[in-house]
């Protein structure tokens, strides 16, 4: 992926995806932060029950949550969901994510199939990973490999 053309005609789907976590918007705090530690996930994905992306609930939430002095075993991770969720089809171009990754501000985007379905979750370390491997298989220079942000 050393040119925007690269970018374009690499499919989302092609990114190694982080560990994911699905929970359902009203599960309690305790329950989504011990599936992610059991997971080793730095976030879990909020749905419906079609699996739908509805947000996504990270660990800057958990700290907010904390400083706040949230209930662990009342509150739902809906109430403290983060603001920078952001979603992608799988059969989008890589292009595509990178430009939604550099617009939202986010860390972390959830891939969809056709139908909307949760299907994957990339993270900004992943697709750096992705990057730089595609960058230097190609032997591409620093100079020429450029980030698909236009």
């Given at each position: 992926?050393?040119?925007?053309?690269?970018?374009?005609?690499?499919?989302?789907?092609?990114?190694?995806?982080?560990?994911?976590?699905?929970v359902h918007?009203?599960?309690?705090?305790?329950?989504?932060?011990?599936?992610?530690?059991?997971?080793?996930?730095?976030?879990?994905?909020?749905?419906?029950?079609?699996?739908?992306?509805?947000?996504?609930?990270?660990?800057?939430?958990?700290?907010?949550?904390?400083?706040?002095?949230?209930?662990?075993?009342?509150?739902?991770?809906?109430?403290?969901?983060?603001?920078?969720f952001?979603?992608?089809?799988?059969?989008?171009?890589?292009?595509?994510?990178?430009?939604?990754?550099?617009?939202?501000?986010?860390?972390?985007?959830?891939?969809?199939?056709?139908?909307?379905?949760?299907?994957?979750?990339?993270?900004?370390?992943?697709?750096?990973?992705?990057?730089?491997?595609?960058?230097?298989?190609?032997?591409?220079?620093?100079?020429?490999?450029?980030?698909?942000?236009?």
């Amino acid at each position: 992926m050393n040119t925007m053309n690269d970018a374009q005609t690499d499919s989302a789907g092609s990114l190694s995806l982080t560990k994911i976590v699905v929970v359902h918007p009203y599960t309690v705090i305790r329950a989504a932060i011990a599936m992610m530690r059991d997971q080793g996930a730095g976030c879990a994905v909020i749905t419906d029950r079609c699996l739908t992306p509805r947000g996504i609930f990270t660990e800057n939430a958990v700290v907010k949550l904390l400083i706040e002095g949230a209930s662990l075993d009342r509150q739902p991770v809906c109430e403290f969901q983060d603001s920078h969720f952001a979603c992608v089809k799988r059969s989008q171009p890589i292009g595509d994510v990178w430009r939604t990754v550099w617009s939202e501000g986010t860390k972390y985007v959830c891939f969809t199939d056709d139908d909307g379905k949760l299907v994957g979750l990339a993270d900004q370390r992943g697709l750096l990973a992705h990057y730089a491997q595609s960058c230097f298989t190609n032997r591409s220079s620093i100079a020429t490999c450029r980030f698909p942000t236009s």
